[in-house]
């Protein structure tokens, strides 16, 4: 069974002029087809209103499709019995860490989700060192969150999520406000709790560093999407990334600059170390 299948999906913004009045609708979904599977890592890109932040909405069911079906863990989100299950098995973590941090004592934020849930004391507490010890966030447990640097706060943030043990973590864009440093750490964790605890982890982000290392890339446009593969296929079609206003690592930047200029190099390297492998074995 896929994690998150999507068939057609369709979803539809209502306008209102000025006086509150039914205006037409905006189409912010427009007939997306998707499928993840359980434990991958990917990545959604696409440039501002592509869509991305509506079609996370529609995997914890904050959003329900106007048209078409999304089932998460099996689990169609129009159901309203199914709702509950479905953000269950589905955590979210949005931009700014600041509006997700509730506690004033880094352990005690993380207990709320668990403790929400009704999960029993000692295990809120087990759940609790596990996730901040996953995220390697453990040695601030008594810390205050207001004092965290904002990649720290984010991983505080990510431990609170997978405290109430979702099978999926949905991030969108959860790296835009930190600094780099701050998103390596984000990226890092998200990479570690993928192999440690095998969760599915989507991961919508606008840089596109941090996707090279994904299992799949899924690009949208105008609330389609419009390509996907595997981070090398997609960043061999450099021009058709650029089309979609968006960059290339800079590294395959680099490469195909120096293809263009008639070294024999390979397409869609993602990596330093690759380039300079690359060149080396040039004749
Ligand atoms: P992204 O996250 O890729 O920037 P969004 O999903 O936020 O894209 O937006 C997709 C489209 O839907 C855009 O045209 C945007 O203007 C529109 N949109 C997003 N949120 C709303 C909303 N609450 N009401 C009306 N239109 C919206
Ligand atoms: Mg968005």
Redesign the pocket.
Known sequence: MNMIRARQLVYD???RDEEGNYAGV?R?IDQVDLDVKPGQFVAVL???????????KHMNAILVPTGGTIWVAGRDTRDSEEIFPVRRTAGMVFQNPDNQIIGTVVEEDVGFGPENLGVPTDEIWTRVEESLKTVGMLEYRSHSPNKLSGGQKQRVAIAGVIAMEPQCIVL?EPTAMLDPNGRKEVIRTLHELRKKKQVTVIL?THYMEEVIDADRIFV?DS?RVVMQGTPKEIFSRVDELKHYRLDVPQVTMLAEELRKRGLDLPKGILHREELVDAICQLK
Do not use: C, F, R, V
Request: glycine letters at 20%; aromatic letters at 4%.
């Open positions: 913004y209502e306008k905006t912010a696409g440039h501002n209103g592509s869509g991305k932040s509506t079609l996370a969108d919508i949208m609330g």
